[in-house]
């Protein structure tokens, strides 16, 4: 965690805006505080990094709304919610929506941080992950239709043999279709072959 991970602090009291950006400004975060779900979700978007930390209770939109109008827009930003007057049933209900966690009111400061950098902990995960899944598929887009057609067929069992016996072609071109495929989806390995095809949803684990 580093200065350049900003919280956006998001409460309508500007007494809990203060007091929770000058607790989080000590734990070495960037803070940018907003009055309402609405100022916020107006503010020019500047490919904004970080973990939204939001009250349920706010005039106009409020916690949970926010949360759903991000994910609509496609926001990836963790969302924390808090709340003074929480219940079971609001819980449910910010967890369902897509918070990332819910902390009642009066804020702890251990349980607060610890929810913001679990947060960010999972926002960098999905993002490493997203990551690999782009750059397998943009491997895959480099393949040539008839190298496509022979992957398949080669993560399914299909021997070099039994494919030329299928497609009407020599076993040799199979053979140099295969080393093209491997080195084009980086793969060691028949194994590893396997392992892609399944992670691009072109073969049933």
Do not use: C
Not at 125 to 138: M, V
């Amino acid at each position: 965690m580093t200065r350049a991970t900003t919280v956006f602090l998001i409460d309508d009291q500007e007494s809990v805006r203060h007091s929770l950006g000058e607790l989080l400004s000590v734990f070495g975060f960037a803070i940018e505080t907003f009055a309402s779900a609405d100022e916020f979700l107006g503010a020019p978007d500047r490919g904004r990094i970080g973990v939204v930390v939001a009250d349920v209770r706010m005039p106009g939109t409020d916690g949970i709304a926010l949360v759903r109008e991000l994910a609509r827009r496609g926001v990836r930003l963790p969302v924390v919610l808090i709340s003074g007057h929480a219940d079971v049933a609001m819980a449910v209900a910010a967890i369902k929506a897509g918070a990332d966690d819910f902390i009642e009111k009066p804020v702890d400061d251990a349980a607060l941080v610890a929810a913001i950098n679990r947060a960010l902990a999972r926002t960098v995960e999905e993002f490493a992950a997203q990551r690999s899944s782009d750059t397998l598929a943009a491997r895959f887009a480099r393949l040539t239709p008839r190298q496509i057609e022979i992957f398949d067929l080669v993560v399914e069992g299909y021997t070099s043999h039994a494919i030329a016996a299928k497609l009407a072609i020599s076993v040799r071109t199979v053979e140099s279709y295969r080393a093209e495929i491997m080195d084009k989806m980086e793969a060691e390995s028949v194994a590893v072959l396997v392992r892609q095809a399944i992670r691009l949803g072109r073969l049933a684990p």
